[in-house]
């Protein structure tokens, strides 16, 4: 793969894509820039329910890798990753069968509604200065050159994602069976747009599901934030920075504290089962805070669905891995995905202030407010785990 090469820019957020397929020898073929035709003109109507549609999407992505991969542990993924890996297999044109599981999956009516979509996260610069689909003719004929490769998928993906991720393809993933590889890189880093000040950070017990506790660093802050509470549950929304060329574009990680220390699970079933959830809880305006504290953390997750492809028989697997770190600062975050195929088969008239003490398992996500796009999804169960 060394005669591929990606037009790159250093920015807040930074994405790539991989496409890769066995050579067939009895044809030329060249590089090709995009798998992903042209986004079409839909009305603003049309794409701003396709937007939301693919949101539900990413939170019951959400919860069937919570529930199946990472019950009661710390977890991080991406559902733009995802998606984005799998919009460039709708766009196959030998891939029907394939094509009819995606638009099932990803609820989506055509190919050109998920390219739609794909147009959007691009026009709000997500993907547009970062984004290349780099097609490569590769010789996958014995497991050695697969092997090979899968090295170089892995060489690719970390490059793209700040060193961040490392083997993203295990060892025999990649084999003489191997048909084709999608791969995609995100790379996310953002500023909060109030710092914490480091000398508010102290150590806190947090409280886990077991009734034990451990001790970890918790940022403070004395500002008002961007809060509101629920029946059971509170939300918090904390503002990256934008950029001087970021004013498209606007970035915010969003914290769901259940009251009972508990209540994830609950929360989560919400989530997951309530039509648009993410957009009618969005804390809108700043009230003040009594007792303020997050907890600073650093995980790292990642995982195979290939099991999700296996009753449609299409012998294709899915990998994704991904890393988040918040501290006083702000975001660093990565995540890299692979789909490979195989031969064969309102506000409150009464505001008080708000206690927000994120001391006990809590849902996670970051978010670009403009479009809703969902990057990164995740759970903390024990911040003291990196692991």
Not at 127 to 135: C, Q, R, S
Not at 289 to 306: C, L, M, Q, Y
Not at 319 to 342: C, H, M, N, P
């Amino acid at each position: 793969m060394d005669n591929i090469k990606m037009k790159e820019k250093v920015g807040k957020s930074q994405v790539a894509d991989l496409s890769i397929q066995e050579t067939n020898p009895k044809k030329k073929q060249k590089l090709c820039e995009s798998q992903v035709t042209p986004s079409p003109s839909l009305s603003k109507i049309d794409l701003a329910e396709a937007m939301k549609k693919q949101n539900d999407v990413a939170m019951f992505l959400a919860g069937e890798v919570i529930s199946t991969l990472a019950k009661n542990s710390n977890l991080v993924f991406s559902p733009v990753s995802i998606n984005a890996v799998l919009t460039m297999a709708a766009n196959r044109r030998e891939a029907k069968t394939l094509r009819s599981f995606i638009l099932s999956f990803l609820s989506s009516s055509s190919t050109e509604e998920l390219s739609a979509v794909f147009g959007e996260i691009c026009s709000v610069d997500l993907i547009v200065n970062f984004f290349k689909a780099e097609f490569a003719q590769v010789d996958f004929s014995t497991n050695t050159k697969a092997e090979i490769v899968r090295m170089e998928v892995n060489a690719w993906a970390l490059r793209h994602t700040n060193n961040l991720i490392k083997d993203l393809l295990s060892q025999g993933s990649v084999t003489s069976q191997t048909e084709w590889i999608y791969g995609n890189a995100l790379y996310f880093k953002g500023s909060w747009e109030k710092k914490f000040d480091s000398y508010l950070t102290k150590n806190k017990p947090f409280h886990l599901v077991n009734g034990e506790s451990v001790s970890v660093p918790f940022m403070s802050s004395h500002n008002n934030q961007y809060v509101k509470a629920y029946d059971d549950f509170k939300v918090l929304r904390l503002d990256y920075q934008q950029g001087r060329d970021d004013a498209d574009r606007k970035f915010s990680m969003y914290f769901y504290l259940p009251d009972k220390r508990d209540g994830l699970d609950n929360l989560l079933k919400r989530l997951t089962s309530t039509h648009r959830f993410l957009d009618s809880h969005i804390p809108r305006y700043k009230d003040r805070v009594g007792e303020f504290r997050i907890p600073k953390f650093k995980i790292k997750f990642g995982f195979e669905a290939s099991k999700a492809f296996d009753d449609f028989e299409l012998n294709v697997s899915l990998y994704q891995k991904a890393f988040i770190e918040i501290d006083e600062v702000g975001t660093e975050a990565a995540a890299a995905t692979a789909l490979r195929k195989s031969s064969g088969g309102c506000r409150p008239f009464v505001r008080k202030m708000i206690d927000f003490v994120a001391d006990h398992p809590f849902l996670f996500m970051i978010r670009e407010d403009r479009t809703g796009i969902v990057m990164f999804v995740g759970q903390i169960f024990d911040p003291s785990k990196s692991d």
